[in-house]
């Protein structure tokens, strides 16, 4: 097969999926983009329109010049209110699945996702409040995304599915068990994602069901807690440990890769529609 190399990029208007879409850059890389950016980028607060991406990825081709399958993202960037958050992938070891790290080699990656869904606002923060449907104040121990019924809802962390299914108030409702005392929770989901059952396991970044309005809810959104010790607390606020920083050898190499990517990405054209993946062949080919 034949891989084409692709940069593509796009103004968000409201969402990065939505505007990776409409670039015609294919969805499950866009989705990618989601989860590498998910724990550096709270999505709900640090999203506003007029903010920018751009990704470098792989196409494969047939010899034919049939589209195959998308390949790896090997460098995006988001430019969020004049910042720019880089991340280029890097394998440390060839039996394990790539990592993503910024430019001076710090992982992407936390315990926990900062938000489990994308282009989402916040409809009600974590604290007391008046309840829309019961008609008096109580504690709300989460905090709700408003999102359109069907949005994937990503889990925030590796885990263990130890509930699925209804839970009175949070409609269809489930708990994630991360070890070492973290669970995350996630309410008035329309439905579950094949597959998905109770006692299975979940990786970060996987979308397990999707959004709805299920149970005591006045629209379709997000409830979502993170619990530590069997404690809700501030998804917003509570600090979650990072992931690891590359050092010594790994370091180097890092470096090394990240310099050659640059300098290749600063060779292609940075496309703002991407052309009909079938008939498009201006792009660079490796054999």
């Given amino acids: 097969m034949e891989v084409h190399h692709h940069r593509a990029g796009a103004t968000i208007d409201s969402s990065l999926y939505l505007a990776g879409m409409q670039a015609g850059i294919p969805a499950d890389i866009v989705i990618e983009m989601i989860r590498m950016f998910s724990y550096k980028v709270d999505f709900q607060r640090d999203l506003h329109p007029g903010d920018s991406f751009e990704v ?5 081709y047939t010899p034919e ?13 988001m430019r969020l209110g004049g910042k720019d958050v880089t991340l280029y992938r890097y394998q440390i070891d060839p039996d394990q699945p790539a990592d993503y790290f910024d430019a001076k080699g710090q992982s992407a990656k936390g315990m926990l996702m900062k938000t489990p869904v994308d282009g989402a606002r916040i409809s009600s923060g974590f604290g007391a409040r008046f309840h829309p449907v019961l008609g008096y104040t109580r504690m709300h121990k989460g905090v709700d ?3 359109p019924t069907g949005t994937p809802v990503m889990a925030a962390g590796s885990g263990d599915i130890s509930f699925m299914g209804w839970a009175n108030g949070y409609g269809n409702f489930v708990v994630l068990n991360h070890g070492n005392g973290y669970a995350t929770a996630y309410g008035h989901l329309s439905r579950f994602a094949p597959g998905m059952r109770k006692g299975g396991r979940v990786r970060q ?7 709805g309005a299920t149970g005591l809810a006045t629209g379709p959104h997000l ?4 619990r530590i010790n069997n404690s809700q607390v501030n998804p917003l606020t509570v600090k979650i440990a990072e992931g690891r ?4 050898k ?3 190499e890092f470096l090394d890769q990240r310099l050659k990517v640059d300098a290749t990405i600063a060779s292609l054209p940075l496309e703002t529609k991407v052309a009909d993946i079938a008939t498009d062949l201006r ?5």
């Fill in 145 to 147: 995304f408003a999102v």
């Fill in 245 to 248: 920083t590359l050092g010594g």
């Fill in 205 to 211: 970044g996987q979308v397990f069901a999707y959004s």
């Fill in 250 to 252: 790994e370091l180097r």
């Fill in 65 to 77: 010049g049939q589209p195959a399958k998308t390949g790896d993202i090997a460098y995006a960037r």
């Fill in 56 to 60: 470098y990825y792989d196409y494969y």
């Fill in 223 to 226: 409830h979502y807690e993170i």
């Fill in 283 to 287: 792009q660079a080919k490796v054999k």
